[in-house]
Antibody
C-alpha cells in the first residue's frame, strides 16, 4: 500500500524556518517524481515544488522561489521541503504528492499524504 | 502560467442528480488535465487524468470530456459520498496549475 506521511509542521514566527519531511513507503520511491502542494485555510490547491526521481530537475513556484528548497533522499525514501523567511501568507497545509507518470515530471498526482499544517504567526 | 477557471464555484444538488462541472484553460493544455475530489479535512484524491481516463478504483459514474480548452467533469448519478469540492489541474506546462474549486453541496 502506497503511503506518504508528512511531518515537521508547526507554529513558527514570521521570518523563521521550518523543514518538512515526507516519508514514503509501499512503492519504489527512487522511480517517481515527487511534489509539494499547499492549501491555505479555506482556500484552493497551490502547487509549490517538484523534484525529479534523481533530483536532476527541480521546479519552484515563483511566489516561494528563493525561500524554499526541495530535496530528497532515495536511500531513506524521504522527501523534504526547507522553508525559510516564512511569512503569514505561507500559513497552509502542505501536502507531499507522488507524480503518477514515472517518465514525466509534469503529471497528475496519484497519491497524497495527509498534510502538515504550517502556521506562521507571531 | 496557464490559468484554469472552474464553473460554477459551488452548486447544490440532490442525491440521484446529474452534475456537471466545467474547467476552462487560458491556453492549450493538450488534454493534460486531471480532476480531484477533496472531502473536508482530507487530502485530494485523483479521479481522472488525461481529461477522460478514470483512475483505478474510481466509480464509473465519474466521467470527463474535453472540447478545445474546455473540460467537463460529470457525475452521472450523485451519491451521498460525492458531496465534496472538486478541482481541475493542468499538467501540460510548468507550473502545474489548479482551478479554484467547485463545491458540491447537498440541496
Amino acid at each position: 500500500e502506497v503511503q506518504l506521511v508528512e511531518s515537521g509542521g508547526g507554529l513558527v514566527k514570521p521570518g523563521g524556518s521550518l523543514r518538512l519531511s515526507c516519508a514514503a513507503s509501499g512503492f519504489t520511491f527512487s522511480s517517481y517524481n515527487m511534489n509539494w502542494v499547499r492549501q491555505a485555510p479555506g482556500k484552493g490547491l497551490e502547487w509549490v515544488s517538484s523534484i525529479s526521481s534523481t533530483s536532476n530537475y527541480i521546479y519552484y513556484t515563483d511566489s516561494l522561489k528563493g525561500r524554499i528548497t526541495i530535496s530528497r533522499d532515495n536511500a531513506e525514501n524521504s522527501l523534504f521541503l526547507q522553508m525559510d523567511s516564512l511569512r503569514a501568507e505561507d500559513t497552509a497545509i502542505y501536502y507531499c504528492a507522488r507524480g503518477s507518470f514515472q517518465q514525466l515530471i509534469l503529471s497528475p498526482f496519484d497519491y497524497w499524504g495527509q498534510g502538515a499544517l504550517v502556521t506562521v504567526s507571531s | 502560467d496557464i490559468q484554469m477557471t472552474q464553473s460554477p464555484s459551488s452548486l447544490s444538488a440532490s442525491v440521484g442528480d446529474r452534475v456537471t462541472i466545467t474547467c476552462r484553460a487560458s491556453q492549450d493544455t493538450g488534454i493534460s488535465l486531471a480532476w480531484y475530489q477533496q472531502k473536508l479535512g482530507t487530502a485530494p484524491k485523483l479521479l481522472l487524468y488525461a481529461a477522460s481516463r478514470l483512475e483505478s478504483g474510481v466509480p464509473p459514474r465519474f466521467s470527463g470530456s474535453a472540447s478545445g480548452t474546455d473540460y467537463t467533469l460529470t457525475i452521472s448519478v450523485l451519491q451521498p459520498e460525492d458531496f465534496a469540492t472538486y478541482y481541475c489541474q493542468q499538467y501540460y506546462r510548468a507550473p502545474p496549475t489548479f482551478g479554484q474549486g467547485t463545491k458540491v453541496e447537498i440541496k
